[in-house]
């Protein structure tokens, strides 16, 4: 579907082909800043407006099918954000770039830096919900917990949950609550018995939702 696009990849992804990639954006990525993508054109090419919508699904998929492709998918989300302007998915793409960065590189400062101006970026939008629930493995669950205190990052899971829930993300609304209650026992949580309850809600509400696999 992407080559209808003009996107075209590797038919076969090794390590050494995603360190190289890696290799060429991160010089890329440290040059980039929030305000840099705030004055960048909105995208209006339907072609690349697609193709990006496109990417981030495959993005999506990746994180656990195969985390190998998310350097390439993410770092063309970049180019084709620079080349042809800025759109919502713009924001998954330079996310899920810091993760990737992340995951092969030792360059836990970029990852970090990309992190934040990522989410800069989902706070301004209109679609900040959607984009809160959407990133929160990557910007909340990872970019954030590699530089900041675990108990703030635990603290800020409800507000996301929220987030979630308002957008009509069930799943990753789940993943949040979930991820509250683990991280407020591993921080040492004062009040067991509420934490408890906690659990025991959130379990009943997986299964409210049909969501317990």
């Known amino acids: 579907i992407l080559s209808n696009f003009g996107e075209v990849f590797p038919s076969k992804v090794g390590l050494p082909h995603v360190l190289n990639e890696l290799s060429t954006i991160q ?6 800043t929030y305000d ?26 990746s994180v656990i099918s195969k985390p190998m492709l998310l350097p390439l998918l993410s770092c063309r989300m970049v180019r084709l954000t620079l080349q042809y302007g ?39 939008s209109p679609n900040k919900h959607a984009l809160r629930a959407r990133l929160c493995n990557e910007l909340v669950g990872t970019l954030n917990m590699i530089t900041e205190p675990l108990q703030s990052v635990v603290a800020s899971f409800p507000e996301v949950y929220n987030s979630a829930m308002m957008a009509g993300d069930v799943e990753n609304a789940m993943i949040c609550r979930w991820w509250y209650c683990t991280g407020s026992f591993w921080t040492g949580a004062s009040n067991l018995l509420s934490l408890s309850k906690h659990y025991v809600q959130c379990i009943k509400e997986a299964v409210r939702l049909k969501h317990t696999e």
């Open 36 to 61: 840099q993508m705030k004055q960048l054109p909105r995208m209006t090419d339907r072609s690349k407006l697609n193709a990006m919508k496109f990417l981030n699904m495959l993005c999506m998929y």
């Open 27 to 32: 010089t890329l990525l440290r040059n980039i």
């Open 86 to 124: 800025f759109c919502d998915d713009s924001i998954v793409g330079l996310a899920t770039a810091g993760y990737s960065v992340f995951l092969f590189t030792e360059d836990i400062q970029l990852a970090s830096y990309i992190g934040k101006v990522s989410e800069s970026l989902v706070e301004e």
